[in-house]
Nanobody
Framework: QVQLVESGGGLVQPGGSLRLSCAAS????????MGWYRRAPGKERELVAF???????HYADSMKGRCTISRDNAKNMVYMEMSSLKPEDTAVYYC??????????WGQGAQVTVSS
């Protein structure tokens, strides 16, 4: 079992920046991938970014150039920095961890609201 606790959500102005954090505990050695999905009202869940245990990263097309995901393995933490935020980025952001196959674990969600 893996437990995820995320933080860093909040209200930010268009063009601003925000950093989300996700702390993993439990069977952390089984984690292969960590990242964030987001869900905006009326829309399907969308993968924002992920990072593998080997350090490879992936970003949604809409986030390329304004999103960076990183890991601190010593602290069992993952960070996602977002910049040049747009109102369209408003969503609940869910940290996730993958331990292989279809074994997914989720954080509690962090609301990000981009508005002036």
């Amino acid at each position: 079992q893996v437990q995820l606790v995320e933080s860093g959500g909040g209200l930010v102005q268009p063009g601003g920046s925000l950093r989300l954090s996700c702390a993993a505990s439990g069977n952390i050695f089984s984690i292969n991938v960590m990242g964030w999905y987001r869900r905006a009202p009326g829309k399907e869940r969308e993968l924002v970014a992920f990072i593998t245990s080997g350090g490879s990263t992936h970003y949604a097309d809409s986030m390329k150039g304004r999103c960076t995901i990183s890991r601190d393995n010593a602290k069992n933490m993952v960070y996602m920095e977002m910049s040049s935020l747009k109102p369209e980025d408003t969503a609940v952001y869910y940290c996730y961890a993958n331990t292989g196959g279809r074994n997914l674990y989720w954080g509690q969600g962090a609301q990000v609201t981009v508005s002036s």
